[in-house]
């Protein structure tokens, strides 16, 4: 009786076996593709579809030539593995879409009966798009410690002869106080080497920002500070401020000086954007997401795979949201993955170092920041920040 059940048993699990390596194949976190062999698809996993923005019931049934067509490379690889039934492995290629091109590896393994007869190829994508802006991230703060310790080094010695230069041009305009002519080129020259310190300030920020303090820090006053001191310029371009802030939202640990410099260039920079009665929109809200920059926004653009740097301090459901958005022309697509390099800048007289300076402030309070076109027109930062204790 008991070996009966166990047979019983036995034969149940090997009816469902099949069914149940099929729901284990579609739900791997890796894009999975099965391909018989006369090429025809015969499985095409979620993670697949999520990668291709192709349906299943759109690939089942179609060669791998026809649903990979822009990437010959994945066909010719399965093909090979038919051919020769030897795993092919590809370390890097170009997977490409309709309207963008993903970094993947891939590999494409014979697929065995229990005699060893071939039944068909597997093939596994695997997306390489995080690792590479890792790997950018890690150049590009390799560049900026580089960068630190060089104006470190020559800070002192540009700065000294600025003053001294300064200080005389100053006193030329004393000793000439008559003569408007001279006032005007002295006055040239003491504009001009402020900018030029102005820069070296800069340039000593991104290569080697202060460490932020950890008291806490109003959002909302520093946000409503910053709008009053650019008041001028807002009426000058006749620009409408709207601002939907959540009063409720705790405070955030950080140095407020620091903050402030942030959100000085990001609504300076949105100002200088749009025309003359433009909209300037500021939104707070708390996030409750781990992945706060992942999520649709109504009228904003999802932000992809940009996720936010997240301190260590920080914890799930803790990060408050700040978006800054104008109506202006937006960031051409080009320079979106570009906008936060030094040096980077689309501006006739910008320096690229604001956006720079910005992020670096930012990663330094654990959260994180993301520039993005709206919808309906115009560009939008976004700066996450951890509110935990403070």
């Known amino acids: 009786m008991r070996s009966s059940r166990y047979a019983k048993k036995r034969r149940d699990q090997d009816a469902t076996l099949p069914v149940l390596l099929e729901n284990v194949l579609a739900s791997l976190g890796e894009a999975l593709v099965l391909i018989d062999l006369d090429d025809r698809i015969t499985l095409f996993n979620q993670a697949a579809q999520e990668l291709t923005g192709i349906s299943e019931a759109h690939a089942l049934g179609r060669t791998c030539a026809e649903v990979f067509a822009a990437t010959p490379a994945i066909d010719a690889a399965a093909r090979r593995t038919v051919n020769n039934g030897k795993s092919q492995v590809c370390n890097e290629e170009e997977l490409r879409l309709l309207s963008r091109s993903v970094p993947v590896r891939f590999s494409c393994s014979p697929i065995l009966g229990v005699t060893g007869e071939q039944h068909g190829v597997a093939l596994v994508i695997q997306d390489l798009s995080y690792l590479k802006k890792l790997e950018e991230e890690a150049r590009r703060n390799e560049t900026l410690a580089r960068l630190g310790g060089l104006v470190a080094g020559l800070a002192h010695e540009i700065k000294n002869p600025l003053g001294g230069i300064r200080g005389a041009a100053q006193l030329l305009a004393k000793h000439f106080v008559r003569q408007p002519e001279v006032e005007s080129y002295t006055g040239v020259m003491i504009r001009e080497i402020d900018r030029l310190s102005r820069l070296v300030e800069q340039l ?162 654990g959260g994180g920041i993301k520039a993005d076109n709206r919808r309906r027109g115009g560009a939008v930062v976004t700066v996450t920040l951890p509110a935990g204790s403070v």
């Open 204 to 365: 000593l920020t991104l290569g080697s920002p202060p460490a932020p303090g950890s008291a806490p820090v109003n959002v909302h006053k520093v946000l409503r500070d910053v709008v009053t001191l650019l008041a001028p310029e807002i009426a000058e371009r006749k620009v409408t401020v709207r601002l939907e802030i959540d009063p409720s939202l705790p405070e955030v640990p950080g140095d407020e000086a620091q903050l402030t410099q942030v959100f000085l260039n990001l609504i300076k920079n949105a100002l200088e954007a749009m025309d003359d009665h433009g909209t300037l929109t500021i939104v707070t809200r708390m996030e409750t997401d781990f992945h706060i920059m992942r999520r649709p926004d109504g009228d904003l653009r999802g932000a992809g795979d940009g996720g936010a740097a997240v301190g260590p301090s920080a914890a799930p459901g803790k990060f408050q949201r700040i978006e800054i958005a104008d109506t202006g022309p937006g960031f051409a697509p080009s320079d979106l993955q570009r906008v936060f390099e030094p040096f980077f800048t689309r501006k006739a007289r910008g320096t690229g170092l604001g956006l720079a300076i910005c992020e670096r402030i930012v990663a330094a309070h």
